[in-house]
């Protein structure tokens, strides 16, 4: 059974910063990709970002990019999101997800999805 854990999430001052991690058990790894998606409240949920668990392709949200950081630690089974210099309106409940295959931005093709962390942001 996969299970996808994120924690991290918390209340933070505008222009703080955030790690969030989301660790994955249950299956091995090396053809999976990761991803990073939010929903904030009365919204969608949209992407954020994404990484090939072997490494050396990502992709982030326009909207965070310059800011946020995705990565992963293979030791650890555990993917990661550095949010810095965050904005009020990145508040929101984060969620990991996992896929076979490249990383995505669509939300539809991630197979086992965590339970979310609140991330709010104050200004």
């Known amino acids: 059974q996969v299970q996808l854990v994120e924690s991290g999430g918390g209340l933070v001052q505008a222009g703080g910063s955030l790690r969030l991690s989301c660790a994955v058990s249950?299956?091995?790894?090396?053809?999976?990709?990761m991803g990073w998606f939010r929903q904030a409240p009365g919204k969608e949920r949209e992407f954020v970002a994404a990484?090939?668990?072997?490494?050396?392709?990502?992709y982030s949200a326009d909207s965070v990019k310059g800011r946020f950081t995705i990565s992963t630690d293979n030791a650890q089974n555990t993917v990661y999101l550095q949010m810095n210099s965050l904005k009020a309106e990145d508040t929101a409940v984060y969620y990991c997800?996992?896929?076979?295959?490249?990383?995505?931005?669509?939300?539809?093709?991630?197979?086992?999805w965590g339970q979310g962390t609140q991330v709010t942001v104050s200004s």
């Open positions: 990484i090939r668990w072997s490494g050396g392709l990502t």
């Open positions: 249950g299956r091995t790894f090396s053809s999976y990709a």
């Open positions: 997800a996992d896929r076979i295959g490249v990383p995505t931005t669509q939300e539809s093709q991630y197979r086992y």
